[in-house]
């Protein structure tokens, strides 16, 4: 600009018209006091202005020196405050205008006072609705931001609920087969040994099929490959019979009322054989030795009901534990219901309610 405003001033000024050097030397100051517009905004406007102003004073007219306060003034509007850049730049219009009276009307300085606050006012404008916006951008990006934390620690919470539900599950059930094939050999060691073999026998299946399923519920937790990983396929309501016939070969009288070619989704069938595998395994663990469990499964409207009962000696008024609160939160999770009371005439009752157009199951 400081290369550029002698040669436009003559130009503007037309031919006849001759422009000294001191005007030409104001003019290339002017210009110059635009280099410190960054670390001092506020001199570089003034000092733009005020040289000017000396251009018009001493009988130049305005030209294209008019450029260097023009720029200055949005620099100081565009990285100041509305409030601290607005009265310098109605000051230096003024202090502009009242230069040019030595050389020009009143009316043409009014018209050049309007032109300049309003060119000032609309940059102002522009300039608040790009801070509003920006302001407004990274208020939303710092909003995604923390969503995606929260929703990141929502989904590990829930990851790991079920994690446990499952390691539960798995674990007890097992154990507590585990623990009755036991007994059953330590019996009959002596007096029957190939019951004994036999007790031993599903003694090791129960252990393996733990292992697989825990093995496989660890693969997910390390983040394995679902591709590579070796996880077996979610239990549904088709391999309920085996968990009654492992149920009864440890010694658990149960009885069973499943319709045949009941097809439901894999979330309900999952969480409809962990209900009735916990329910069986507290049947082990706390009913008696002498117990009789029984397994309901139905259909009523759109709802897939679930219920174990035993004969034993029932429950506190208010049972609480981590195998009934997981299966509670394996019905509510699939919106149903749950409910696990001491029956009216004796023995412990579960019942499940499952919605029969459950979501699919989502990989835990």
Not at 117 to 146: C, D, N, P, S
Not at 343 to 349: K, L, N, Q, T, V
Request: charged share 20%; hydrophobic share 50%; proline share 6%.
């Amino acid at each position: 600009m400081a290369a550029a405003l002698p040669f436009f001033s003559r130009w503007h000024a037309g031919p006849g018209v001759h422009i000294g050097g001191v005007a030409l030397l104001i003019s290339i100051a002017a210009a110059l006091s635009l280099g410190t517009r960054r670390p001092w905004p506020v001199a570089s406007y003034v000092a733009s202005v005020g040289l000017t102003a000396l251009y018009l004073a001493i009988g130049n007219q305005p030209g294209p020196i008019l450029l260097a306060p023009l720029f200055g003034m949005l620099h100081l509007i565009a990285y100041r405050s509305l409030r601290e850049s607005l009265p310098y730049a109605i000051a230096g219009g003024v202090v502009i205008g009242a230069a040019h009276l030595s050389t020009t009307s009143l009316s043409a300085v009014a018209i050049f006072l309007v032109v300049w606050i309003g060119m000032g006012g609309l940059f102002a404008g522009v300039q608040a609705v790009r801070r509003a916006f920006a302001a407004e951008a990274k208020a939303g990006q710092e909003w995604a931001e923390r969503s995606r934390e929260e929703e990141a620690r929502r989904r590990m919470a829930e990851q790991r609920l079920t994690m446990a539900r499952e390691v539960h599950d798995i674990v007890g059930h097992s154990l507590a087969v585990i623990s009755l094939q036991a007994g059953v050999a330590e019996h009959l060691l002596d007096a029957h040994p190939e019951k004994a073999r036999a007790a031993v026998s599903a003694i090791r299946e129960a252990s393996r099929q733990a292992l697989t399923e825990l093995r496989s519920e660890l693969a997910i937790l390390r983040g394995d490959d679902p591709g590579t990983a070796l996880r077996s396929p979610p239990p549904s309501l088709r391999d309920v019979p085996h968990l009654v016939a492992s149920m009864r070969g440890a010694g658990l009288d149960v009885r069973i009322e499943l319709p045949e070619g009941l097809e439901v989704t894999e979330a309900v069938g999952t969480a409809a054989y962990r209900i009735i595998q916990e329910s069986l395994t507290n049947v082990v663990r706390h009913a008696g030795a002498d117990a009789v469990a029984e397994v309901r499964v139905q259909t009523e409207g759109d709802a897939l009901i679930i219920e174990v009962l035993d004969t034993g000696c029932g429950a506190p008024e208010t049972p609480a534990g981590n195998g009934l609160i997981g299966m509670r939160e394996r019905a509510l999770a699939l919106g149903g219901s749950f409910k696990a009371a001491s029956a009216p005439g004796g023995g412990f009752r579960v019942r499940a309610s499952l919605p029969l157009d459950g979501p699919p199951r989502v990989a835990p």
